[in-house]
C-alpha cells in the first residue's frame, strides 16, 4: 500500500484527523514539494503526479485528494502561508465552483485574454 493509499482512506470533506506518523509522512512528501516549485504550474504537475490536488474549500487554500477531491489538509499544516506562496509564486489563477460557497480549484493554465483593438 502507497503512502497516497493510506492518506486517501483518512481524507474527507473537513480536515482529516491524522496521527503523528502520518502527519510526518504528509509534511515529509508534500512539503518538499511546495519548497521546490518556481511557479504554480510547476507545482500543480508536481502534486498530481503524487495523487494530490490544490483547491480552495470554504475559501481556505488545502491540498486534495486528486481522485476525490477530498480535502486532505492546510497551508497551515505544513507551516506555509498564503502569503509566502504569492510573493513567491504570484497570484494563483482559480476557476471557482458553481454554488454559493468559496470553493474552487486551481488553473494550471489561465485563460488568456485577447488583445483589444
Known amino acids: 500500500m502507497t503512502a497516497t493509499k493510506e492518506i ?5 470533506n473537513g480536515p482529516a484527523t491524522i496521527d503523528c506518523e502520518t502527519a510526518a509522512l504528509i509534511r515529509a512528501v508534500i512539503l ?5 516549485a518556481r511557479s504554480w504550474p510547476e507545482l500543480i504537475d ?7 490536488g490544490l483547491a480552495f474549500r470554504e475559501g481556505t487554500f488545502c491540498i486534495t485528494e486528486a481522485d476525490t477531491g477530498a480535502r486532505l489538509c492546510g497551508l497551515r ?16 489563477c482559480v476557476k471557482a465552483a458553481p454554488g454559493g460557497t468559496a470553493d474552487g480549484c ?9 488583445a483589444i483593438h
Open 106 to 114: 486551481l488553473m494550471r493554465n489561465p485563460p488568456v485574454r485577447a
Open 32 to 36: 518538499p514539494l511546495f519548497e521546490a
Open 77 to 92: 499544516f505544513l507551516g506555509l502561508t498564503m502569503e509566502q506562496l504569492i510573493e513567491r509564486m504570484g497570484r494563483p
Open 46 to 52: 508536481a502534486m498530481q503526479k503524487r495523487g494530490y
Open 8 to 12: 486517501s482512506a483518512m481524507a474527507s
